[in-house]
T-cell receptor
């Protein structure tokens, strides 16, 4: 089955850019998602990209997809302390009605 | 629009006791998911419902776990008897193919289970 991997920790200074990386194994993944989880809360979708795209920008967020290498990244520009959270990469499939496989999350710490 | 509601938020039980979690998805969402999230890990799917039908329960430990979604709306996940290794956060999520184009899942806050 699908395997999704992420680095576990990232620490940046406020105002810098953050880049969180993710790799997945199933090239038939149709949707690639980034979810954010704050302490004591469930996951919240931040952004997503279809597999036929290579980039998507949404305000401070930029998602890059290298389908050949099965590599996904999330760049957060001008990182703020409120961005401190756990970020999960997930891969989903068109034909499987929303079933997604999640990575183990990257804990982003933003230092003032 | 109300989000996914879960209760209780926290539960502490002794091993071998039964426990039940309840989830009310977003109104109109036909797909409901139960996940288990261990500390430091991502969510792992336990069961997925399309309306009242369980369409994917391959990861549900059926010897002790059970779930139901009788009227295709709210759902209950039960563990009987609970084991120490069941300590985790149990997340419920819902989605609707008819309302979004990206199969986005909406998550509840989870129930944190501690088995002593």
């Amino acid at each position: 089955g699908e395997d999704v991997e992420q680095s576990l920790f990232l620490s940046v200074r406020e105002g810098d850019s953050s880049v969180i990386n993710c790799t997945y194994t199933d090239s038939s993944s149709t949707y690639l998602y980034w979810y954010k989880q704050e302490p004591g809360a469930g996951l919240q979708l931040l952004t997503y990209i279809f597999s036929n795209m290579d980039m998507k920008q949404d305000q401070r967020l930029t998602v890059l997809l290298n389908k050949k290498d099965k590599h996904l990244s999330l760049r957060i520009a001008d990182t703020q302390t409120g961005d401190s959270a756990i970020y999960f990469c997930a891969a989903g499939f068109e034909g499987n009605a929303g079933k997604s496989t999640f990575g183990d999350g990257t804990t982003l710490t933003v230092k003032p | 629009e109300a989000g996914v509601v879960q209760s209780p938020r926290y539960k502490i039980i002794e091993k071998k006791q039964p426990v039940a979690f309840w989830c009310n998805p977003i109104s109109g969402h036909n797909t409901l998911y139960w996940y288990r999230q261990n500390l430091g890990q991502g969510p792992e799917l336990l069961i997925r419902y399309e309306n009242e039908e369980a369409v994917d329960d391959s990861q549900l430990p059926k010897d002790r776990f059970s779930a139901e979604r009788l009227k295709g709306v709210d759902s209950t996940l039960k563990i009987q008897p609970a084991e120490l290794g069941d300590s985790a956060v149990y997340l419920c999520a819902s989605s609707s193919r008819h309302r979004t184009t990206n199969n986005e899942q909406f998550f509840g806050p989870g129930t944190r289970l501690t088995v002593l």
